[in-house]
């Protein structure tokens, strides 16, 4: 079982840790990450899952960004800790934020990821949606959290502003 909580500044380095861990040592590299420089993720949907010692088990943060000026959230990174990973938190730590989402006010959600394991959370590549390089444009991902949210967008993604 696990306690699921917003993200505060004392989570900051144990989910940077926790990042750290999980991910390739040039994590910040990717083009994902120039989109989130300057930027405070979405406080409301990032999360922290803490087991019942209170110890870090798994993290996902949501950051704003525009696609062609419409308001969207990009998805990343999420987390579960070696130890834990197999247990479902992953599956936990992305449903339960993307059920927070809408009632935000969030319409729309993209990622850069693996299609097959995105396809169960109701993700499909976007066609037309340009990530800066040098992301593959078969793993640029979205879900609409509302119907037709994606209709008729395209173009680049930008940073929030």
Same mark, same amino acid.
């Given at each position: 079982? =696990?306690?699921?909580a917003a993200?505060?500044d004392?989570d900051?380095?144990?989910?940077?840790?926790?990042?750290d861990?999980? #991910?390739?040592?040039g994590r910040? $590299?990717?083009s994902? =990450? %120039?989109?989130?420089?300057?930027v405070?993720?979405?406080?409301?949907l990032?999360?922290?899952a803490r087991d019942?010692?209170?110890?870090?088990a798994g993290?996902i943060?949501f950051?704003?960004?525009?696609? &062609?000026?419409?308001?969207?959230l990009?998805?990343?990174p999420? $987390?579960?800790?070696?130890?834990?990973?197999?247990?479902?938190l992953?599956?936990?730590l992305?449903q339960?934020?993307?059920e927070?989402a809408?009632?935000l006010?969030? &319409? %729309?959600v993209?990622l850069?990821g693996?299609?097959p =394991?995105?396809?169960?959370?109701g #993700?499909?590549?976007l &066609?037309?949606?340009?990530?800066?390089?040098?992301?593959?444009?078969?793993?640029?991902l979205? %879900?609409a959290l %509302?119907?037709?949210?994606?209709?008729?967008?395209?173009g680049e993604?930008?940073?929030?502003?």
């Open positions: 079982m =696990y306690d699921l993200e505060t004392q900051l380095w144990e989910v940077e840790a926790l990042f861990t999980c #991910f390739a040592p910040t $590299a990717l994902s =990450y %120039r989109l989130r420089e300057g405070a993720p979405v406080a409301e990032s999360l922290v019942d010692l209170g110890i870090l993290a943060r950051w704003p960004v525009l696609v &062609d000026g419409h308001k969207t990009l998805l990343g999420v $987390a579960a800790h070696p130890t834990r990973q197999g247990e479902g992953g599956a936990l992305i339960s934020s993307l927070l809408g009632p006010g969030w &319409d %729309r993209m850069v693996d299609a =394991y995105y396809g169960r959370y #993700f499909k590549r &066609d037309g949606v340009i990530m800066p390089p040098p992301t593959n444009p078969e793993r640029v979205g %879900r %509302r119907e037709g949210a994606w209709d008729g967008i395209s993604v930008t940073r929030a502003r």
